[in-house]
C-alpha cells in the first residue's frame, strides 16, 4: 500500500489541523495564571527581582557607592527642613522678627534646593548600573530564546510576537523598574527615617501621630502586594496571549479569507482583546485601593497633628513646631509615600513579573544527550524510512509514513501544491524536526545516532528568507567555511554570478548592510555561504525563490557541479527536468520518479508542469510572476498554511 503525506501545517507559529481551517475555540485563559501549575509563588517572584538588582549592583559596585552618596546627600535637607520653619514662626513671625522669618524661610528653601540638585547628581550614576543591566538581560534572553529554537528535537512553543513583546515591552519595563527601586526605595526610607528623627527633636509628643498611621499604611501596601503581583502576572499574560493572537492572525490573513474562517479568527482576537481588558482593569482595580494608602499614611497624620495641636501646645509645643511637624508630613512624607505607592509599588511589582517570566525566556535549553557511540556520517546519502509527523498530538499527520532514498551525489527536486509538506519533509531531513516515528538516515548513519557537531557540518538547510548579519562580505560568505582561503571565494562569486554584487559592496571586505540589500541579493549570499561549506548534504527550501529563471538556472548548475547531495524544494519547473529525481508531494501520497517518468504517469504531475509552463492563475507557491499553482483553489498559500488539499485525482 502507498504511503502518503497529509497537509497539516503551520500558520505563523500555530500548529494547526487538516481537518478544519483552524480549531475550535480554545479555552479562555485563567483570569489568575499564577494560579495555575507552573507558576512560582509571589515570595519566589520578589526573588527573581532582588537577584536582578542585586547582580546589577555586585557588576557596578563604583557606580552603587556614588548613588548612596548623592542619595544620602538629597535626603539630608529633609531632617532640617521642619526645624528651619518652626525657627521662622516662634523666633520670627510671633515675635515681630521679619529678617529672623525670612532668614528661616531662605533655610527652608536652601534645603530643598540642596535636595533637589543632590538628587539631580544621582541620575549619571543609575544610568552607569541600569544600561548595563539592560544590555545583560537583553543579551542573555536573545541567546536563551535562540538556543531553544535551534535546539535539536525541540518544539518551540512560544510565538515570535511573545519573543518580541519580550524583547520590548518586559525588558524595558525592568530597565525602568530597577531604576525606580535603587532611587526611590533608598529615597523613602532616608525620607521616613529623617521625618521620624525630626518630628522626635522638634516634638516627640507627635511623634506616635505621624508614625502609627504610617506604619499602617505600610502593613496595608504589604498585605494588598501578593494580590497584585497575581493580577499584574495576568496582565502580562494577557498582553503576551494578545500579541501572539494578533500576529497570528493578520499573517494566516489569506488563508482565513480563503477558508471562509475570519469569523473564527475575529472570535479570537475579540477574546483576547477581552481577556487583556478584563485583566488590565483588575489590575487597576488594585491600584485605586492602593491610592488609599497615601492617605492612611499621609493624609491621617497630617489632619492627627491639626486636631491635637491645642492639646500638643498645652503640653508644651510651640505654634512653631507644630508647623514644623505638619512641614516633615505634608512637604516630605506625603510625597515619599506618593511615591512608594504609585511609582514603587507599581514598579516593583512589574519588575517582579516580568524578571519572572525574562528569567525563563532567556533559561538555555537542557543539553542534548549525545549519543553514544556516537557515529559520523560517510557521505551525503540520506534515507526517510516510514517517517510520520504531525504538528501536535491531535493534528493529522503532515508526513505519513514517508519513503525516500537519495545517493551520494544525487539531486533531487521536490514540488507540490502548497500546504503539502515540503518544508517539513525539509526540517525532518535536516534533524530540526523529530519524527513521530520512522527512521531518518544521513550518510547511512541513523540521524539520533549522529550528534550536534557532526550534523551542523555535513548537512545545510537554506530557507528562502536567509540570515544575513551586518559585517564585511567575507565574514558573511565564511561564516560556515571561516578558513576559506581567496581563491575559493572567487571561485564561489564566479559559479554563482554574484561579481556585479560583490563589487557594489567593495569587494570581499566591503560592508553588508542587510536592510540595504534586495530579497534576492541576501539569497546569493547565503547560497555562496552553504557553498563555501563542507557540507554534504544540501537542502534548499526555495533559497532561489527570489532569482531570477537565468540566475536560478545558474545556482543549480553550481550546486550540481558542487560534491554532494542536492535536496531543492521547487517553485519552477526547470530545477525538476534537471534534477536526478523528483518527489511529488500531493496531500494523499508521494510519488517519486524522474521528470519524464511523473509527467508520462502522475496526471496531477502533468497539470502543474502545464500550469507552470503557461504561468496561469498565478504564482505558484506564492513565486513571484513564475506560473500558476493549479491547485490553489485545494491549497493554501504558504507551505507552512493551516489549510489542506483536498482529495486529488487517481492518477
Known amino acids: 500500500m502507498p504511503h502518503r503525506t497529509a497537509g497539516a501545517h503551520r500558520t505563523a507559529g500555530a500548529h494547526r489541523t487538516a481537518d478544519a481551517p483552524r480549531p475550535a475555540d480554545p479555552a479562555p485563559p485563567p483570569a489568575d495564571p499564577s494560579a495555575t501549575p507552573g507558576h512560582s509563588s509571589p515570595i519566589a517572584t520578589s526573588g527573581a527581582a532582588l537577584r536582578l538588582i542585586r547582580d546589577g549592583l555586585a557588576r557596578s559596585r563604583a557606580a552603587a557607592l556614588r548613588l548612596t552618596w548623592w542619595t544620602l546627600l538629597s535626603a539630608a535637607p529633609a531632617l532640617v527642613s521642619g526645624k528651619a520653619l518652626a525657627v521662622a514662626v516662634d523666633q520670627g513671625f510671633l515675635m515681630d522678627r521679619p529678617r529672623t522669618a525670612a532668614l528661616g524661610l531662605v533655610l527652608f528653601a536652601l534645603c530643598t534646593f540642596g535636595g533637589a540638585w543632590a538628587s539631580r547628581q544621582t541620575y549619571p550614576w543609575l544610568a552607569e548600573i541600569v544600561e548595563p543591566l539592560r544590555d545583560r538581560l537583553l543579551r542573555e534572553v536573545v541567546t536563551g530564546t535562540l538556543r531553544r529554537a ?13 519573543a518580541v513583546a519580550q524583547l520590548t515591552r518586559q525588558v524595558e519595563a525592568v530597565r525602568d523598574s530597577v531604576a525606580g527601586q535603587l532611587m526611590l526605595v533608598w529615597q523613602f526610607v532616608l525620607t521616613v527615617v529623617a521625618v521620624v528623627a525630626g518630628t522626635a527633636v522638634l516634638a516627640p509628643a507627635a511623634v506616635p501621630l505621624v508614625a502609627g498611621p504610617l506604619l499602617l499604611a505600610l502593613a496595608l501596601f504589604a498585605v494588598l502586594a501578593p494580590a497584585t503581583v497575581r493580577r499584574q502576572r495576568a496582565a502580562f499574560h494577557a498582553e503576551e496571549r494578545l500579541a501572539a493572537t494578533t500576529v497570528e492572525t493578520v499573517g494566516a490573513l489569506r488563508d482565513l479569507v480563503a477558508c471562509g474562517a475570519h469569523d473564527h479568527a475575529q472570535r479570537d482576537v475579540l477574546r483576547a482583546v477581552a481577556a487583556q481588558l478584563s485583566a488590565s482593569r483588575a489590575l487597576a482595580s488594585v491600584a485605586a485601593v492602593r491610592r488609599l494608602i497615601v492617605a492612611l499614611g499621609a493624609h491621617s497624620p497630617l489632619l492627627l497633628v491639626v486636631l491635637a495641636a491645642p ?10 513646631d507644630v508647623v514644623g511637624v505638619l512641614a516633615y508630613v505634608l512637604a516630605t512624607l506625603e510625597p515619599a509615600i506618593r511615591l512608594l ?18 528569567a525563563e525566556a532567556a533559561r538555555p535549553p537542557e543539553p542534548p544527550e549525545e549519543p553514544c557511540p556516537a557515529l559520523s556520517p560517510l557521505d551525503g546519502s540520506a534515507a526517510l524510512s516510514e517517517v510520520t509527523f504531525a504538528y501536535g498530538p491531535g493534528a493529522e499527520p503532515v508526513l505519513d509514513g514517508l519513503d525516500l532514498s537519495l545517493a551520494h551525489g544525487e539531486h533531487l527536486a521536490v514540488v507540490g501544491p502548497s500546504g503539502v509538506g515540503k518544508s517539513t519533509m525539509a526540517d525532518v531531513l535536516a534533524g530540526i524536526l523529530p519524527p513521530d516515528s520512522g527512521r531518518v538516515t544521513l550518510g547511512g548513519v541513523p540521524l539520533d545516532l549522529v550528534n550536534g557537531p557532526d550534523l551542523s557540518r555535513i548537512r545545510a538547510l537554506l530557507p528562502q528568507n536567509p540570515y544575513v548579519f551586518a559585517g564585511t562580505l567575507r565574514e558573511n560568505l565564511c561564516q560556515l567555511a571561516p578558513d576559506s582561503p581567496d581563491h575559493a571565494l572567487d571561485d564561489a562569486v564566479e559559479a554563482l554570478g554574484m561579481g556585479a554584487l560583490v563589487r557594489r559592496l567593495g569587494g570581499a571586505d566591503g560592508w553588508v548592510d542587510p536592510a540595504e540589500l534586495s530579497s534576492g541579493e541576501r539569497q546569493l549570499i547565503a547560497l555562496a555561504r552553504v557553498f563555501l561549506s563542507r557540507a554534504e548534504l544540501v537542502i534548499l527550501d526555495e533559497a532561489t525563490r527570489h532569482l531570477d529563471a537565468a540566475g536560478e538556472q545558474r545556482v543549480d548548475e553550481a550546486f550540481r557541479r558542487r560534491p554532494g547531495t542536492v535536496v531543492t524544494i521547487a517553485h519552477r519547473i526547470a530545477p525538476a527536468r534537471r534534477a536526478d529525481k523528483v518527489l511529488l508531494l500531493d496531500g494523499r501520497r508521494p510519488w517519486t520518479g524522474t521528470h519524464d517518468s511523473l509527467l508520462a504517469r502522475v496526471p496531477l504531475y502533468a497539470e502543474l508542469v502545464g500550469h507552470w509552463n503557461t504561468g496561469a492563475a498565478g504564482p505558484v507557491d506564492g513565486g513571484p510572476g513564475h506560473g500558476g499553482d493549479p491547485l490553489s483553489g485545494r491549497a493554501a498559500a504558504s507551505d507552512r498554511s493551516s489549510s489542506r488539499p483536498a482529495a486529488d485525482p487517481a492518477p
Open 311 to 320: 492639646a500638643l501646645v498645652d503640653r508644651g509645643m510651640t505654634p512653631g
Open 341 to 358: 505607592v504609585q511609582g514603587v509599588g507599581a514598579s516593583w511589582l512589574r519588575l517582579a513579573v516580568a524578571a519572572e517570566r525574562l
Open 150 to 162: 535551534v535546539a535539536r528535537g525541540t518544539h518551540r512553543e512560544d510565538s515570535a510576537a511573545v
